[in-house]
């Protein structure tokens, strides 16, 4: 149990600081006067980092212990958080995400692992995995409401980088929680670890197997649909509907509500049905809410005395399209990582990490530039392209499981 905390605690503090992208890209637009373009770049800074060095870096997490690594990346974190306020400049904000990007590479791929020494069977897996992952979401809600008391209506003032002080004590205490976590420093022992170059050169190799390249495409476009969505809310609340700038980032907290609700009831109902069918209609209900809804999002007439018990229903609906896409990227995570040996779990999660990272930027780019230049309603209603095309690539991955045996995954 103090393990599961350990591991929670860290994703919580990830999640915090991670997804206050958005929150970020919308201050930043209003305290440093940067383009919606310029802005977006922030999610290139965090996923390219957690895209290169997690590539760089896999197989080397489990030479230099688990706990070791999550540990290092808290630190990194920590100090960014405690310079942030002081150095106050759209330059550094970049420096931050970089940082916190590099730091949850570590982290993700140790809590990925832990995972994997915990469960004894896939069913354990997938549930201990949406627990996470549900825990990670509650972390991303937190933050919302975090982030929101620092900021005020004087879109010129600097006061919401406070919040990074903050953080910086959230940080401190979750590295003692995870020091006295008794967690395993290493993989299993009965799981030969590759040397550091053969693991390099396997993570490479597991790159290219054809069920491996559907599975990476997968989380690809559902990351993108996730941070297109995500990253572009309180933009999107603030410009299209015309909600006030603290409400506009309190009312995005409803999409992490549905996400970790989503999230937590999946850990639940995988025990009892397959998880193929289940991830179809959450697919298919995904691109339905989202044709459904994006009509309904229409400017309000004055934004000036709204408050959040008067927000009109366009705003409520939107974000709670997490309900149905949450279960997706915990679920073929973990239906990849069951069909592998455990001593090349950490490999594999490199390669989910970097392609997750990849799907981010990717999706808040392109969200962001259609923003831009064809509002933002145009931009929400492209990402109905990914989500259906993901119904196609759950299907091939489907396919390639059922086709994939022990000997084929051994030979990698």
Not at 273 to 294: D, E, G, K, Q
């Amino acid at each position: 149990m103090l393990i599961i905390l350990a591991i929670s605690a860290s994703y919580f503090i990830f999640a915090v600081l991670l997804n206050s992208v958005g929150t970020v890209i919308l201050q930043s637009i209003n305290s440093f006067e940067v383009t919606k373009i310029q802005a977006s770049t922030l999610e290139g800074y965090k996923d390219l980092s957690i895209a290169i060095v997690s590539f760089l870096i896999a197989s080397f997490v489990p030479k230099i212990g688990y706990k070791m690594a999550i540990i290092i990346g808290l630190i990194i974190v920590g100090l960014l958080c405690l310079f942030t306020p002081w150095i106050a400049s759209f330059w550094f904000i970049k420096v931050l995400f970089a940082g916190v990007g590099t730091a949850f590479a570590l982290v993700k791929i140790s809590v990925y692992a832990i995972i994997g020494q915990l469960s004894r069977t896939v069913k354990e897996h997938t549930s201990l995995m949406n627990i996470v992952e549900g825990i990670f979401m509650l972390g991303v809600l937190s933050g919302y409401w975090i982030f929101s008391v620092y900021i005020n209506e004087d879109v010129s003032s600097l006061t919401w980088l406070n919040v990074y002080y903050l953080l910086a004590v959230l940080v401190m205490a979750t590295i003692v929680a995870v020091i006295i976590a008794p967690v395993s420093t290493h993989a299993d022992a009965s799981e030969p670890l590759p040397e550091t170059v053969d693991g390099f050169a396997a993570m490479l190799k597991l790159a290219w197997q054809p069920i491996v390249l559907v599975f990476v495409i997968s989380i690809f476009l559902y990351v993108l649909i996730e941070q297109g969505i995500g990253t572009w809310l309180p933009t999107f609340n603030r410009e299209v509907i015309g909600l006030p700038v603290s409400l506009s980032v309190q009312i995005t907290s409803l999409f992490a509500v549905a996400l970790a609700v989503g999230r937590l009831l999946a850990g639940a109902v995988l025990r009892y049905v397959h998880w193929y069918p289940f991830l179809n209609t959450c697919v298919i209900l995904m691109a339905s809410f989202m044709l459904l809804t994006l009509p309904l999002a229409q400017p309000l007439d004055s934004s000036d005395s709204t408050t959040l018990s008067q927000l009109p229903v366009s705003a409520m609906l939107l974000p709670f399209i997490g309900l149905f896409m949450a279960p997706i990227y915990p679920v073929i995570n973990s239906a990849m990582l069951s069909a592998l040996p455990k001593n090349k779990h950490a490999s594999m999660t490199g390669l989910i990490v970097v392609f997750s990272a990849l799907g981010g930027t990717t999706g808040s780019i392109i969200t962001g530039a259609v923003f831009e230049h064809f509002g933002g309603q145009n931009a929400f209603y492209l990402l109905v392209l990914p989500i259906v095309t993901i119904l196609f690539t759950l299907a091939l991955f489907r396919k390639s499981i059922l086709n994939l045996t022990e000997g084929t995954l051994n030979a990698a």
